[in-house]
C-alpha cells in the first residue's frame, strides 16, 4: 500500500486530521522520515496504542467514549472501596459477620438468663411484703444488679 499524507490517513481512519496529529505527538503511531504514512504499519500502531475511550472519541462518538469511562470509573472506585474494606479487617476496624452475631446471641442469652434468675433470688425477700413501694424497690435493685453484669460480661474481663 501507498504512503498516506496526514490528511489521507486522517480520511482512512475516519478521524480528524488534529487526531493524527494527536497520535503521531503522543507516539501512538509513527511516520516516515519524510512525514508519510504507511497506513498498515500505523492501523497495528494505532489498534494496538489507543484507549478505545479515545478512539471513539476521534471518531466523534461521545457516547461510547463516555460510557468507557464510566465503566473505568466505577471500576477503580469498587477496587479502591474493596482495598478500603481489606485495610479495614486487617486493622481490626470491621470483624466478621458470624462473629458479631455469635457475640451478640452470647449477650441476649446471658441478659436473659440473669433476668429469668431475679424471681427465684427476690421471691424470698417479698414474702410477706406489704408496702409497694417497698417491693418495687427491691426489684429495681435486682434488675439494676442484673444489668450491670451484662454490662460487665459486654466489657469482657479486665486487663
Known amino acids: 500500500m501507498a504512503l498516506l499524507s496526514l490528511r489521507a490517513y486522517a480520511e482512512h481512519r475516519k478521524v480528524t486530521e488534529g487526531a493524527?496529529?494527536?497520535?503521531?505527538a503522543t507516539g501512538?503511531?509513527?511516520?516516515?522520515?519524510?512525514g508519510k504514512?504507511?497506513?498498515?504499519?500505523?492501523d497495528r500502531?494505532?489498534?494496538m496504542?489507543?484507549?478505545p475511550a479515545q478512539a471513539q472519541s476521534d471518531r466523534g462518538d461521545s457516547k461510547a467514549a463516555s460510557s468507557f469511562q464510566i465503566s473505568r470509573a466505577q471500576k477503580e472506585i469498587y477496587e479502591a472501596l474493596l482495598k478500603k474494606l481489606e485495610y479495614e479487617k486487617q486493622s481490626g476496624a470491621l470483624i466478621p459477620l458470624k462473629q458479631t452475631e455469635?457475640?451478640?446471641y452470647t449477650a441476649a442469652r446471658f441478659a436473659r438468663d440473669k433476668l429469668l434468675k431475679i424471681p427465684d433470688?427476690?421471691?424470698p425477700a417479698l414474702v410477706g411484703k406489704t408496702?409497694?413501694?417497698e417491693i418495687k424497690e427491691i426489684l429495681r435493685k435486682e434488675i439494676r444488679q442484673s444489668l450491670e453484669n451484662l454490662v460487665d460480661f459486654l466489657n469482657g474481663p479486665e486487663s
Request: aromatic share 4%; net charge neutral.
Open 49 to 51: 496504542n489507543t484507549n
Open 131 to 133: 408496702d409497694i413501694n
Open 102 to 104: 455469635m457475640e451478640a
Open 28 to 34: 501512538r503511531i509513527s511516520t516516515t522520515a519524510d
Open 37 to 42: 504514512i504507511d497506513p498498515a504499519i500505523a
Open 45 to 47: 500502531q494505532w489498534s
Open 20 to 24: 493524527v496529529r494527536k497520535a503521531i
Open 121 to 123: 433470688r427476690i421471691a
